[in-house]
Structure formats: C-alpha cells, structure tokens
C-alpha cells in the first residue's frame, strides 16, 4: 500500500530530523563561539521540515486507515495473507476492535444522544434532532452495550465510525439513523442459527 510506504518514509525523516534539531540546539547553547545565524537557521528550516513530515504521515495514516475502511466495509478478509494491503487490513480490524476504540465508540454514541436531547429540550419542541439519534436512543443504547462487551464484526465498527462523522443534507435524519442502526445492529447481533 503507497499509503503505509509514505508514512513510513515520512516517519524515518521527521525522525532524523528531530535528531538534527536537537544537535542544532545543543550546538546553540553550547558556550563556545559558533556561527550563530547559521544554527538558528538550522534549526527553524529543521524544526519546519520536522511540522511538514508530521503533517505528511498523520495524512498518509488517514488515507491508509480510509482505504482498510473501505476493504473492510466490502467484506475482505486479511486471515492467513502476508500481502500489505492484508497488513493494513488487519491492524485497522486491531485497532478499531481494541477495548479503548469500542469504549470511545460507545461513547460518542450516547454523547450524540444526549446533544440532540439537550438541543430539543433547550429550544422548544418544535426543533427537530440534528442527525436522528435522540429518536432513536434505545436502538443507539442496544447497539453502544454490543460494542463495548466484546468484540464485533469489524464491518459494524466502520459502519458506526460513518454514521458518526457523515453529515446528513435535508430530510429527516431519524429514518436513515435508524435504518444504518438496524443495518449495525444485524451485523452485531447475527441472527441464532
């Protein structure tokens, strides 16, 4: 994956040029007599090129955790592959299943609730919910208690991480809220065979 590769390489430089930066400075304070203007320049082009290679690797995180998203979504399964698109695949169903990101899941869920209830209370009734959530509250309980007791379907976990972070234009957001959770909530819960 060219995503996990640029983080990669831009991980290696921001590393070394912390290391620069850090001579430079040692070189700055040290008390004896040195170009001056040079280690301050130094410093500040290396201090910039370190913010820059920061910049380029949280990016190419990102793409690479939205690219395993999209796999994941599809249905891919990374068992048993050494390939890197695997890899990937596979610390992104690590990461989004660890006990921290179902906990901040659950979290964001129930706080997305109580907006909406906080927002309708506070400005009159007529105010309808922002994104759908309130209406559907015990249906947003059920789903944020399965993901927090254990592990779940990684393609419920993506699913949730979208319903979260898509706005929806017009319309009412309750319907389709509602429609994603049952959607989760089938992934989560598999019917008893």
């Not at 304070?29 to 040195?34: E, K, N, R, T």
């Not at 209830?117 to 400005?123: A, E, F, I, N, W």
């Not at 249906?139 to 379907?153: F, N």
Request: glycine letters at 6%.
């Amino acid at each position: 994956m060219a995503a996990r590769s640029l983080e990669r390489i831009a991980r290696r430089h921001r590393s070394a040029l912390v290391v620069l930066v850090a001579c430079a400075l040692l070189v700055r304070l040290a008390p004896v007599h040195d170009p001056k203007p040079f280690v301050v320049g130094l410093i500040g082009v290396s201090g910039l090129a370190v913010a820059v290679e920061s910049a380029i690797a949280f990016w190419a995180r990102d793409r690479r955790d939205a690219r395993a998203d999209e796999l994941i979504a599809a249905g891919f399964v990374a068992s048993a592959r050494g390939d890197q698109v695997s890899r990937a695949v596979a610390e992104r169903i690590e990461a989004l299943g660890s006990a921290r990101a179902r906990a901040r899941l659950a979290e964001n869920l129930r706080w997305h609730v109580d907006l909406e209830r906080d927002l309708v209370c506070t400005r009159g009734p007529r105010v309808p919910a922002v994104r759908g959530f309130a209406p559907n509250a015990d249906l947003v309980e059920h789903v944020a208690a399965a993901i927090e007791c254990g592990r779940c379907d990684p393609r419920a976990l993506v699913r949730l991480n979208e319903l979260l972070v898509t706005p929806y234009a017009g319309g009412s957001g309750a319907e389709r809220v509602r429609d994603a959770l049952r959607e989760i909530r089938a992934l989560i819960d598999p019917p008893a065979a």
